[in-house]
């Protein structure tokens, strides 16, 4: 089993930073990939970054150049820095850790695991 716990969000002006943290505990053998996505009121789930073991990154479209992604191997943590937020920004962050090999009712086991949300609101 994974447990993912985040941190980091709140209320920031437009124009301002913000940065998530999501820290994964349990018996972890290893990570494919860790990312965040988010969830606005009446919308979908939607991609924001994820970052591979190899470090490969993948950003969504609407935080290019805003948003930077990165990982702590040693502590199977994942970072999102948000900068120049906009209201638009708004949502529910959610971290995610795909491919996670872990002990789940002692067997190893690969699934995905989902973190419980931080909010992020960004006022005009």
């Known amino acids: 089993q994974v447990q993912l716990v985040e941190s980091g969000g709140g209320l920031v002006q437009a124009g301002g930073s913000l940065r998530l943290s999501c820290a994964a505990s349990?018996?972890?053998?290893?990570?494919?990939?860790m990312g965040w996505f988010r969830q606005a009121p009446g919308n979908q789930r939607e991609l924001v970054a994820t970052i591979t073991g190899h470090s490969t990154t993948n950003y969504a479209d609407s935080v290019k150049g805003r948003f930077t992604i990165s990982r702590d191997y040693a502590k199977s943590t994942v970072y999102l820095q948000m900068n120049s937020l906009k209201p638009e920004d708004t949502a529910v962050y959610y971290c995610n850790a795909a491919g996670a090999r872990a002990l789940r009712r002692g067997k190893w086991s690969t699934d995905d695991y989902w973190g419980q949300g931080t909010q992020v609101t960004v006022s005009s």
């Open positions: 349990g018996s972890i053998l290893s990570i494919n990939a």
